[in-house]
């Protein structure tokens, strides 16, 4: 079993080479083009600048794949390619390819819900050389283990969800933000506090040495029943606070303090209703991926949490939480491994939806 995998839902092209060896599927090496640098200045991906850069570097970067690590695109099985949601004119770049690929190679083309990439995604690892004996190498589709049923946690820069997972392919949608992405947040507040684009790692930076108790931003819905979120309010909120105390902004430690307060209100949140999520339903795991779900704060407190609950957390490892391709193909091959439809790629499409 063979799988290449292509992403180009957003800002990052990328590819990855999945195989397997035995009985076990290993990511072989996973590639990323950054393009951050490019919209750092506008503060937010801008759409024609994704599109023109996948366009430049997703042959290249396919290729490099290939010669790094001497593979052969004739002895694939098949192409697993990310068919939405994102935006439009990037998806479709990364779509025209796969297919181009597959006619001339004569390989099927399967298409994978980007969010779908994410939620399994603590359950794949980059192969790591020095952890070769470890079970980091790989994973084995028969054994995977995916404790179905478990609850999903998707926070990103595009999105805030939380999905009740029953097995393969059955998915339900419990929650998730009424405005703004838990991402999108830390980006606007960044940019707020003049912090560079990503602005989530900047602020888990400076919140390091910050405390988290210096001021009390209210929390999305905290109380309520339902597991939405909204996190505009509290951007709002931290814009008004800094009109009214432009010091925030000016001296180091205040900035510190701003961060780490902005950072448990978002935290908390997610964490409470991720948990109580779990605890309504009955699931005793859940799993977390996407950018944000990097950020230490929120990988330790829901590991706390959990374990209060009795709840296992399985959160992706840093390097698989960001976008890259190395999901994608590895839903494909998981698929494909244990006899599920790993679904034949259509038209791509922005907005799918579980
Ligand atoms: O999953 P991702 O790479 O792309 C999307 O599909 O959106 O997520 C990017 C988002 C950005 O908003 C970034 O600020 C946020 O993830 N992020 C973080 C951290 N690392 C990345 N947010 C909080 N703390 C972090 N350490
Ligand atoms: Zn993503």
């Not at 042959?59 to 192409?79: C, F, M, Q, V």
């Not at 998707?154 to 939380?162: A, E, F, K, P, W």
Request: aromatic residues 8%; proline residues 5%.
């Amino acid at each position: 079993m063979k799988i290449l995998g292509i992403e180009t839902s957003c800002d990052e092209t990328a590819v990855a080479w999945v195989e397997q060896v035995g009985t076990q599927y290993r990511v072989i090496d996973s590639l990323v083009s950054s393009q951050i640098r490019l919209h750092e200045r506008f503060g937010g991906v801008v759409p024609e600048i994704a599109t023109r850069e996948h366009l430049k570097n997703l042959p290249a970067l396919t290729k490099d794949l290939i010669s790094k690590n001497h593979l052969d695109l004739k002895e694939l099985d098949g192409i697993a390619v990310t068919v939405g949601p994102g935006l439009p004119t990037a998806l479709l770049v990364g779509v025209s390819y796969a297919k181009g690929l597959g006619v001339a190679l004569g390989k099927p083309v399967y298409g994978v819900n980007h969010l779908e990439g994410h939620l399994f995604s603590p359950f794949f690892h980059l192969e790591d050389r020095s952890l070769m004996d470890s079970q980091k190498e790989g994973f084995d589709p028969a054994q995977l283990r995916i404790p179905f049923p478990m609850m999903g946690l998707i926070v990103s820069g595009g999105h805030t969800l939380i999905i009740e997972v029953k097995g393969w392919k059955e998915y339900l949608k419990r929650g998730g933000t009424v405005d703004d992405a838990a991402g999108e947040a830390f980006d606007k507040v960044a940019r707020m506090l003049g912090l560079p684009y990503p602005g989530g790692p900047e602020i888990e930076k400076w919140a390091r040495l910050g405390n988290a108790e210096a001021i009390d931003f209210p929390q999305s819905f905290p109380e309520r029943e339902n597991f939405n979120f909204s996190f505009s309010g509290l951007k709002t909120s931290v814009r008004y606070f800094l009109e009214k105390n432009p010091d925030y902004k000016e001296i180091d430690q205040k900035k510190r303090d701003l961060c780490a307060s902005f950072q448990k209100a978002i935290v908390e949140v997610l964490v409470r209703k991720t948990i109580r999520a779990c605890q309504q339903t009955g699931s005793k795991s859940v799993v977390v991926a996407g950018g944000v779900a990097c950020n230490g704060v929120l990988r330790e407190r829901l590991q706390q949490e959990g374990l209060k609950a009795g709840v296992t957390v399985h959160i992706a490892d840093p390097n698989l939480c960001t976008d890259n391709a190395a999901m994608i193909a590895s839903v494909a091959a998981a698929r494909l491994g244990v006899g599920v439809d790993p679904d034949v790629a259509g038209d791509f499409n922005p907005n799918l939806r579980f």
